[in-house]
């Protein structure tokens, strides 16, 4: 029986991947505060996708769940604000996704091509 893929080992095959097909990238990661709660710093609206990735003329912003997670309604709110600019790809990614985001990674795609991965 196969164990299901954590989100962080899940963020950690994908870091992996786009940094051995070319791509910056940002992730913020969380830390506990002084009353032991866990938070991201960060100045903005919260919910902002997980990874930030830049290569040549392409911009991914990429939210990662697990299979069975759920995106918050401020997660979802940024990835459409996000897929309304334009020559920009916003996504959920899910572990079963992981064959079309090396095939993102890897390719240089248009940026119209649809969206891989469960809808927001």
């Known amino acids: 029986m196969t164990l299901p893929l954590s989100e962080r080992d899940f963020q950690s095959q994908v870091i992996d991947l786009a940094r051995s097909t070319g791509w910056r990238l940002a992730h913020f990661r969380p830390g506990q505060t002084a009353g032991g709660r866990w938070a991201t710093q960060m100045s903005g609206d919260v919910g902002y ?45 899910r572990p ?22 469960a809808a927001v």
């Open 49 to 93: 996708p997980d990874l930030t990735l830049v290569r040549g003329d392409r911009l991914i912003f990429a939210e990662l769940k697990t299979s069975n997670g759920q995106a918050t309604p401020d997660q979802v709110e940024w990835i459409q604000a996000l897929t309304a600019a334009e020559h920009v790809t916003a996504q959920l990614w």
């Open 96 to 117: 079963h996704d992981l064959t079309e985001i090396a095939t993102l990674l890897s390719h240089r795609l248009d940026p119209n091509t649809p969206p891989l991965g």
